[in-house]
């Protein structure tokens, strides 16, 4: 069984920086693609970002490209979303989540097989 652990959320001012990790264990990620997804109050979940972990190719949507960075750490077997230049619309429940088909639809949530638990991002002005 997959277990994504998120963390790093917390309060920031706009134009600040937030690093959220998600620490995986449970499998073997080689052929995974790991993702962030957010959700904002009244809001549906949307596609944030997204990595091939053996690649290293990365996708972006398409508010967050120049402004946020997904990356990811073999031996520890962790996802990081350096976010930068954060503003108020960036505010959300930020959630990980884990691929193990590979999927080319990417930024569809229902391809994604695991989630985290989700982690609070919060920006003021």
């Known amino acids: 069984q997959v277990q994504l652990v998120e963390s790093g959320g917390g309060l920031v001012q706009a134009g600040g920086s937030l690093r959220l990790s998600c620490a995986a264990s449970?499998?073997?990620?080689?052929?995974?693609?790991m993702g962030w997804f957010r959700q904002a109050p009244g809001k549906e979940r949307e596609f944030v970002a997204a990595?091939?972990?053996?690649?290293?190719?990365?996708y972006y949507t398409e508010s967050v490209k120049g402004r946020f960075t997904i990356s990811r750490d073999n031996a520890k077997n962790t996802v990081y979303l350096q976010m930068n230049s954060l503003e108020r619309e960036d505010t959300a429940v930020y959630y990980c989540?884990?691929?193990?088909?590979?999927?080319?639809?990417?930024?569809?949530?229902?391809?994604?097989?695991?989630w985290g638990q989700g982690t609070q991002v919060t920006v003021s002005s």
């Open positions: 989540a884990a691929d193990r088909d590979g999927s080319l639809y990417i930024s569809s949530a229902d391809v994604y097989d695991y």
């Open positions: 990595i091939r972990w053996s690649s290293r190719i990365t």
């Open positions: 449970g499998r073997t990620f080689s052929r995974y693609v």
